[in-house]
Structure formats: structure tokens, C-alpha cells
């Protein structure tokens, strides 16, 4: 079946680093995604990882796969308010000749002075 | 801008009205979704067009019907709906699968729904 799992909320303190943890089931999964919704706003692609990859690195944020666990993980370094807003992450099955992604309920971020 | 524009961005309705939630994207992609964002929920994928054919349709309720008339536009229609369906709607639009294809969806802001 196809289920994404992540926790719901997540407090950080300005400047700390944050971790946001996603479990997937689909092991044919070729891609993985972490999308940021800001509030009143739709999502928007933060990044993404090819499944042959343990490790993808942009400036502040760093995306962390165990495909054996079927874990993803995004760190986002030197957290700032701006960061705040729900973070989702998606995989997408090898199906069909579309883009059928399927996401988590998504994580709330709120970062605190 | 996003490429890709939703409108109205907030609707009310009640169960009995009819009214449609329009989609219109600037990217030059060939499929288009409608997903149900509810609250502390995953994001529900609702319909799925490619190339202006309807490829998916998650058990949705016939009382949302959607309608693609060209690669630019999506609709979803809607009538004598429940409080349940009160959410975000989103739309996106997206390449189809092929190399170097990444599979990235491409959103609108939502058009936030409430029924009563």
C-alpha cells in the first residue's frame, strides 16, 4: 500500500538546527520530496531526492534517505522564523504516465526567539 | 506568480448552491490534479487528467465532478455538498513522467472552502 507518515508538530528554538522525520512504504518509490506550505499558500518544492542517493545537501538544508528503513529525514541548519510553515513530504510510486505523488499530513514548524 | 492561479481563493456555500472552483495554469504542462488538503490530514488526491484525459478518480464523491476542456484549465464543479467537504482545494499542474522528468508538482495558493 501507499502511506506517508510524518509527525504532526515540531518546536524549535531560533538558530538550533531542525529535524523533520518521514517514513514511506513504497519501496519502487523513484523519487522522494519535501514540500513548505506557508501559511495561506499552496505548496511549493523545497527539495527533492533521487532514490539511488543517501544524502542531498542545499545550502541550509540537508535531505537524508535510508531506503532500508524507508526513511526520509530533512534538516534545515540555523533555523529562522521565516522557516516556519508545514513541511511535507511526498514520494512517488512508479505508476502511470503522471505525476501522482503521495504525501503526508505534513509537519508544523514553528520556530520560537 | 505562481504558473499556477486558482480562483475564487475563498468560497462559501450552502449545501444546496452549486458552484465551481476554477484552475488555470501558464507552464505549458500536460497534467493536471485536484487535491483536498483537510486539516491534520494527508493531502487527498482527488483527479488526475493527462493530456486533458481523466486518468484518476480516488473514490470522490460524484457530488465533485471535474472537467479539463484543454491543457490549460481545470473545474471542479460542485454541488449539494456536505460540511465535511469544507478544506483546501488545491490544483497543480506537472510534466508527464518522462526522463529528466523529477516528478515536481507545481501548486496554486487553494481555493479554501467552506460549507455550511
Known amino acids: 500500500g501507499e502511506d506517508v507518515e510524518q509527525s504532526l508538530f515540531l518546536s524549535v528554538r531560533e538558530g538550533d538546527s531542525s529535524v523533520i522525520n518521514c517514513t514511506y512504504t513504497?519501496?519502487?518509490?523513484?523519487?522522494l520530496y519535501w514540500y513548505k506550505q506557508e501559511p495561506g499558500a499552496g505548496l511549493q518544492l523545497l527539495t527533492y531526492i533521487f532514490s539511488n542517493m543517501d544524502m542531498k545537501q542545499d545550502q541550509r538544508l540537508t535531505v537524508l534517505l535510508n531506503k532500508k528503513d524507508k526513511h526520509l529525514s530533512l534538516r534545515i541548519a540555523d533555523t529562522q522564523t521565516g522557516d516556519s510553515a508545514i513541511y511535507f513530504c511526498a514520494e512517488i510510486p512508479i505508476s502511470g504516465g503522471y505525476n501522482k505523488l503521495i504525501f503526508g499530513a505534513g509537519t508544523r514548524l514553528a520556530v520560537h526567539p | 506568480e505562481t504558473g499556477v492561479t486558482q480562483t475564487p481563493r475563498h468560497l462559501v456555500m450552502g449545501m444546496t448552491n452549486k458552484k465551481s472552483l476554477k484552475c488555470e495554469q501558464h507552464l505549458g504542462h500536460n497534467a493536471m490534479y485536484w487535491y483536498k488538503q483537510s486539516a491534520k490530514k494527508p493531502l487527498e488526491l482527488m483527479f488526475v487528467?493527462?493530456?486533458?484525459?481523466?486518468?484518476e478518480n480516488n473514490s470522490v464523491p460524484s457530488r465533485f465532478s471535474p472537467e479539463c476542456p484543454n491543457s490549460s484549465h481545470l473545474f471542479l464543479h460542485l454541488h449539494t455538498l456536505q460540511p465535511e467537504d469544507s478544506a483546501l482545494y488545491l490544483c497543480?499542474?506537472?510534466?508527464?513522467?518522462?526522463?529528466?522528468?523529477?516528478?515536481?508538482?507545481?501548486f496554486g495558493e487553494g481555493s479554501r472552502l467552506t460549507v455550511l
Open positions: 513504497d519501496s519502487s518509490s523513484t523519487y
Open positions: 497543480a499542474s506537472s510534466h508527464l513522467r518522462r526522463s529528466p522528468n523529477t516528478g515536481e508538482l507545481f
Open positions: 487528467y493527462s493530456l486533458e484525459e481523466r486518468v
